[in-house]
Nanobody
Framework: QVQLVESGGGLVQAGDSLRLSCAAS????????MGWFRQAPGKEREFVAA????????YYADSVKGRFTISRDNAKNTVYLQMNSLKPEDTAVYYC?????????????????????WGQGTQVTVSS
């Protein structure tokens, strides 16, 4: 069982930065790839970024590539999402997610169905 708790959301202006954190419980965090998703009002949840268990591989949605950076600290059981140059269209509830079991060294998942554990979400609002 994995429990995830996101933090770091807030209200910012366009062009500002935020760093989201996701703290995970359990001793298998370092053995799992992790992902970030977001859901804007009236829209379906969408993939944002993913990172392999070692942090050596990352993958981003085109909409955030070059602006967002996913990273992890396995010693702290935490995954981060650094968000720079924020835009109003980045406004959403952001969720971190973990797959149902341990993953390969460089394995990454981008599809929602590949994740079983989800945090409660943290709201990010970007004003223009």
């Amino acid at each position: 069982q994995v429990q995830l708790v996101e933090s770091g959301g807030g209200l910012v202006q366009a062009g500002d930065s935020l760093r989201l954190s996701c703290a995970a419980s359990g001793r298998t965090f370092s053995s799992r790839a992790m992902g970030w998703f977001r859901q804007a009002p009236g829209k379906e949840r969408e993939f944002v970024a993913a990172i392999s268990r070692t942090g050596g591989s990352t993958y981003y949605a085109d909409s955030v590539k070059g602006r967002f950076t996913i990273s992890r600290d396995n010693a702290k059981n935490t995954v981060y999402l650094q968000m720079n140059s924020l835009k109003p269209e980045d406004t959403a509830v952001y969720y971190c997610a973990a797959p149902p079991q341990t993953t390969g060294w460089n394995q990454i998942f981008t599809a929602e169905y590949e994740y079983d554990y989800w945090g409660q979400g943290t709201q990010v609002t970007v004003s223009s």
